[in-house]
């Protein structure tokens, strides 16, 4: 869709333009490559610049086609509402106990609403679990500006543009990589549990802990829902990493996991994060 002069496109938003949340503007800096990826994340300085970079970045040249052909095109039942179209920032407490990863945003979900896990079957499920063991303020998280709020915990994607068929590439997850390493950097200094929603999010993990300098397993744990590993921290305190399937459609469809398993996990994270 064009936009008419002196109009904004409806889609992808721009930045910085009124959407509930938008973290960027006009001026924030655009990464066109992976190289700038890297320096504009390490020279961010806070988390509100940081988040406001990331959600601006166009690096990865196939993601970027997709997530924008994705917001013009827009599923029949979305059609008449705007999609933010752009990179998901990482999303809650500034210094949370827990962190939860996961893989990239959904095309009609994230990748509409702006806000990771939202407005699709999978955050129905996860928002749900989360609320009822105290991580999250609402049952429900609909659209940026709902109100919905994390409790101590804190939500990113290993990649934070949707990808088509849900399967970035491993090129694509290195390139995205310094998004996360920088935004660890700043938020990690009270987290004592990460719960990784699917194996590439177990995946991502290893390097982003052997990055930060933490002392990480060898040989890597093996993934599954409700695998452990305790990762010591400099401050004499541990982390835990917890596995979980991922509430994707099909597995909560099938049944393989269930709000009471992401329940159990989600309480298991809290124990171990003092909550
Ligand atoms: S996936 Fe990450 S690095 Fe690639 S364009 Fe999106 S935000 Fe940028």
């Given at each position: 869709m064009?936009?008419?002069?002196g109009e904004?496109?409806?889609?992808?938003?721009?930045?910085?333009t009124?959407?509930?949340d938008?973290?960027?503007?006009a001026a924030?800096?655009?990464a066109?490559d992976?190289?700038?990826?890297?320096?504009?994340?390490a020279?961010?300085g806070?988390?509100a610049?940081?988040?406001?970079?990331?959600s601006?970045c166009r690096?990865?040249p196939?993601?970027?086609?997709?997530r924008e052909?994705v917001a013009?095109?827009k599923?029949?039942?979305?059609?008449?509402?705007?999609y933010?179209?752009?990179?998901?920032?990482g999303w809650?407490?500034?210094?949370?106990r827990?962190?939860?990863?996961?893989?990239?945003?959904?095309a009609?979900g994230g990748?509409?609403t702006?806000?990771?896990?939202?407005g699709?079957r999978?955050?129905?499920v996860?928002y749900?679990?989360?609320?009822?063991?105290?991580l999250?303020?609402?049952?429900t998280?609909i659209?940026?500006g709902d109100?919905?709020r994390?409790?101590?915990a804190?939500?990113v994607?290993?990649?934070?543009?949707a990808?088509p068929?849900?399967?970035?590439?491993v090129s694509?997850?290195?390139?995205?990589a310094?998004w996360l390493?920088?935004?660890?950097a700043?938020v990690?200094?009270?987290?004592r549990?990460?719960v990784?929603?699917?194996?590439?999010?177990?995946?991502?993990?290893?390097p982003?802990?052997?990055?930060a300098?933490?002392?990480v397993?060898?040989p890597r744990p093996a993934?599954?829902?409700?695998?452990?590993?305790?990762v010591?921290?400099?401050?004499g305190?541990?982390l835990?990493?917890?596995?979980?399937y991922?509430?994707?459609?099909?597995?909560?469809?099938?049944g393989?996991?269930?709000?009471v398993?992401l329940?159990?996990?989600?309480?298991r994270?809290?124990?171990?994060?003092?909550?």
């Open positions: 064009t936009a008419a002069a904004q496109p409806d889609s992808p938003v721009p930045p910085g009124g959407w509930p938008d973290p960027a503007t924030t800096p655009v066109e992976a190289a700038a990826v890297r320096r504009l994340a020279t961010a806070t988390l610049e940081l988040t406001a970079r990331q601006v690096a990865c196939r993601l970027v086609e997709w052909q013009r095109e599923r029949r039942s979305f059609a008449s509402e705007r933010w179209g752009r990179p998901i920032p809650g407490a500034e210094r949370p827990v962190l939860i990863m996961g893989l990239a945003p959904a009609h990748n509409r702006g806000r990771v896990f939202t699709d999978s955050g129905d996860l749900a679990s989360l609320w009822r063991t105290g999250a303020a609402q049952e998280s659209t940026a109100g919905q994390l409790l101590g804190r939500m994607a290993a990649v934070r543009c990808p068929q849900n399967k970035p590439t694509e997850r290195d390139t995205c310094p390493t920088a935004e660890f700043l990690a200094g009270d987290l549990s990460i990784c929603l699917g194996h590439f999010a177990w995946q991502a993990t290893w982003l802990l052997a990055e300098g933490l002392d397993p060898r993934f599954g829902h409700g695998a452990e590993a305790l010591p921290r400099r401050d305190e541990s835990l990493v917890i596995g979980c991922h509430p994707s459609q099909q597995n909560t469809f099938t393989r996991v269930t709000g398993m329940d159990d996990v989600f309480r994270a809290r124990l171990h994060a003092g909550m």
